[in-house]
């Protein structure tokens, strides 16, 4: 069976603790995930996502504290919210179903929502099938 | 005595503007023709293929190619050209990332073919004649072969190795004659330099960065199409899409100075992996909205983000193109 690569940027202060919760409550999840610890989702560029498509994944999630007040930067999530909101159409545009890449509000004490979030996007990556780019193959 | 540098031009999928712009140096490109032999330049100059075959290897001192990589023609000249070549130089935006011609990778080969040969309205082809992946001509008795339509644009340096890049759609005088000083002097920068240009952003030489403020927020995006800007004051403290600050400088801010916001023909600065991704991320920060369903609304009126943000730029991206779907 396809098991789809998940890369996860989680911000330091909400998700990347309920992804800890998760561990140390010993709640399982499927293990498609690589998570990469960031201090805020302000902090991640729409050019780390195009680059986790461009290395391999087949899907990508940036999770981040829930809006509006909950951002230990006051507002590094309604930047993240901006950003992927106008990336989401470049994405569209560039042929990338919009089951490869999430944007969610997770927080420090949300371990279920977590585990709900990764074990329904690993379906869902799973059921298209791996991310491969038409371009960039050899020409014929 | 020493030798004269010798130099070549030679255009790919361009739209010809960067020839013109060398022919823009004005009365200076005497002084050019003073100090180099001219080679090869199809376009302005009688020369054919064999005669540049007959040369020896690296005896062209430098071959300035613009435009992108679309035909298997473009492939055999370029190739034969850095054979040839002590230095080759990608001229323009097209031939450095694409440029305009790129954003065909929008569309694979089959939609282009289909568009460009069967359904614009002006098309008449009642027989449903599309070039083939191999295409050969009879004409009195001699075979001509077609050159063969690419699968996906690419840029100068996909397919041959490439030393600098004059960036620019097109380089503006000022800048390829900076570019000619630069590899004429001898004192050549490293590899891979971009020529001619400034190392900051298009703000920093731009005439209306003192009405910028140090944080830039907007409430609303405006249209060029159906807003006349204030003279004088930053475009995009007006509500328009000007991407400046995520632009290399060197042109003189020449669109500004026309009331044009920058649409980033000199590329990225070089710590940008991937323009596009840039200028999203550039332009989503500054909408000072909170709620989400005002920051939907008013980044709807970004008509065609992926059109604007990749203008010059869609091949050399992380994702080159249009990586799966059927046609949009």
């Not at chain 1, 911000?11 to 499927?30: E, F, K, M, Q």
């Not at chain 2, 620019?168 to 001619?196: F, I, Q």
Request: charged letters at 25%; aromatic letters at 8%.
């Amino acid at each position: 069976m396809f098991e789809p690569k998940i890369v996860v940027f989680a911000c330091n202060w909400c998700t990347y603790a309920a992804v800890d919760l998760a561990g140390t409550s010993r709640i399982s999840y499927p293990p498609n995930v690589r998570v990469i610890r960031v201090m805020c989702s302000g902090r991640v560029d729409p050019q780390f996502v195009l680059e986790a498509f461009k290395n391999g994944a087949d899907g990508v999630i940036v999770a981040g504290c829930h809006p509006p007040v909950d951002c230990h930067y006051t507002n590094g999530n309604i930047k993240a919210l901006r950003r992927f909101t106008l990336f989401r159409r470049l994405l569209n545009d560039l042929g990338i179903e919009q089951e490869r890449f999430r944007l969610e509000w997770i927080s420090a004490s949300e371990a279920d929502k977590w585990v709900k979030v990764v074990s329904e996007m690993v379906e869902d990556v799973r059921k298209l099938g791996p991310f491969k780019p038409k371009l960039g193959v050899k020409e014929v | 005595m020493s030798e004269r540098v010798k130099v070549a031009f030679y255009w790919c999928a361009s739209c010809g503007g960067c020839e013109e712009a060398v022919v823009d140096l004005a009365e200076k490109i005497l002084d050019v023709i003073n100090l180099v032999d001219i080679v090869f330049w199809p376009v302005a100059m009688d020369f054919k293929l064999e005669d540049v075959e007959r040369m020896p290897d690296n005896s062209i001192t430098v071959s300035f190619i613009n435009g992108g990589i679309r035909l298997s023609e473009h492939e055999k000249v370029v190739k034969l050209l850095r054979q040839k070549s002590k230095l080759v130089v990608a001229f323009g935006a097209c031939s450095s990332w694409g440029g305009i011609p790129g954003l065909a990778n929008l569309y694979t080969r089959e939609e282009i073919l289909e568009r460009a040969y069967l359904t614009t309205p002006t098309t008449h082809n009642p027989d449903k004649i599309i070039p083939g992946s191999k295409t050969e001509v009879e004409i009195d008795n001699t075979k001509i072969e077609v050159p063969v339509f690419l699968a996906s644009l690419k840029p100068l340096d996909e397919v041959i190795d490439v030393d600098y890049y004059i960036p620019g759609c097109p380089p503006t005088p000022n800048v390829t004659w900076k570019a000619l000083e630069t590899l004429l002097s001898g004192n050549l920068p490293s590899k891979g330099s971009v020529l001619g240009a400034s190392d900051r952003s298009l703000c920093d030489e731009c005439p209306l960065n003192k009405t910028k403020p140090e944080n830039v927020l907007i409430k609303e995006f405006k249209r060029i199409v159906n807003f006349n800007p204030e003279p004088n004051k930053c475009l995009l403290v007006q509500g328009l899409p000007c991407l400046g600050p995520v632009t290399r400088g060197g042109c003189g801010a020449l669109c500004v100075n026309a009331n044009m916001p920058c649409t980033g023909c000199f590329g990225p600065l070089s710590d940008v992996r991937d323009y596009g991704g840039k200028a999203i991320s550039y332009l989503a920060s500054i909408l000072d909205l909170d709620n989400e369903e005002d920051i939907k609304r008013e980044l709807s009126k970004i008509i065609d983000a992926t059109g604007l943000v990749y203008k010059y730029y869609l091949p050399k991206s992380a994702l080159k193109g249009k990586v799966g779907g059927s046609k949009s």
